[in-house]
T-cell receptor
Framework: NAGVTQTPKFQVLKTGQSMTLQCAQDMNHEYMSWYRQDPGMGLRLIHYSVGAGITDQGEVPNGYNVSRSTTEDFPLRLLSAAPSQTSVYFC????????????FGSGTRLTVV | DAKTTQPPSMDCAEGRAANLPCNHSTISGNEYVYWYRQIHSQGPQYIIHGLKNNETNEMASLIITEDRKSSTLILPHATLRDTAVYYCIVRALSAGGYQKVTFGTGTKLQVIP
């Protein structure tokens, strides 16, 4: 199993550009989420989903959109990139039972200039 | 979701047991305690979780107090590879239910040769 796959691993954007961070999991997990991590800080929840067609906001949702059209995919869209969105982004998935906790992707390091 | 409190940093001598505390005084009856660790800039890795009984797996042991207001993660023989940030979170498990989980800043464990 590949687990949770995030693409791209690195990205540089100009202010105002838009892009989509991809996240895919092959474990048939119902729950998926996006976090951002800034230097010296913990993980902050951006958006999450408890199943296809169901999404909700986390702690820091402004500037980001998500959708969940399939169980496998949970893309994160930056509508108009800002330097404050420079961060490392992690996608995570879990089954509802939570027996094995969250499985995290390896992250996307985004720089907005 | 209940919040957790962890010391920002700890040191441990290589080969000795590392005991990482976590306070979760507002934990609800249906919330589990989960521990994760993040090595350098990798995605966090699940370690262990429990409800009210002590748990042990190949990575660590989890001791939860009888009142469930605090817990301790024990790495029995710390190695240099255990140097990481350790996160304690609490999470309710319910099929199709609310799954908003946040991570704090964790405890940075430094294993010293």
């Amino acid at each position: 199993n590949a687990g949770v796959t995030q693409t791209p691993k690195f990205q540089v954007l100009k202010t105002g550009q838009s892009m989509t961070l991809q996240c895919a999991q092959d474990m048939n997990h119902e729950y998926m989420s996006w976090y951002r991590q800034d230097p010296g800080m913990g993980l902050r929840l951006i958006h999450y989903s408890v199943g296809a067609g169901i999404t909700d906001q986390g702690e820091v949702p402004n500037g980001y959109n998500v959708s969940r059209s399939t169980t496998e995919d949970f893309p994160l869209r930056l509508l108009s990139a800002a330097p404050s969105q420079t961060s490392v982004y992690f996608c995570a998935s879990s089954d509802i039972g939570g027996d094995y906790g969250y499985t995290f992707g390896s992250g996307t390091r985004l720089t907005v200039v | 979701d209940a919040k957790t409190t962890q010391p920002p940093s700890m040191d441990c001598a290589e080969g000795r047991a590392a005991n990482l505390p976590c306070n979760h005084s507002t934990i609800s009856g249906n919330e589990y305690v989960y521990w994760y660790r993040q090595i350098h800039s990798q995605g966090p890795q699940y370690i262990i979780h429990g409800l009210k009984n002590n748990e042990t797996n190949e990575m660590a042991s989890l001791i939860i107090t009888e009142d469930r207001k605090s817990s301790t993660l024990i790495l029995p023989h710390a190695t240099l590879r255990d140097t990481a940030v350790y996160y304690c979170i609490v999470r309710a498990l319910s099929a199709g239910g609310y799954q908003k989980v946040t991570f704090g800043t964790g405890t940075k464990l430094q294993v010293i040769p």
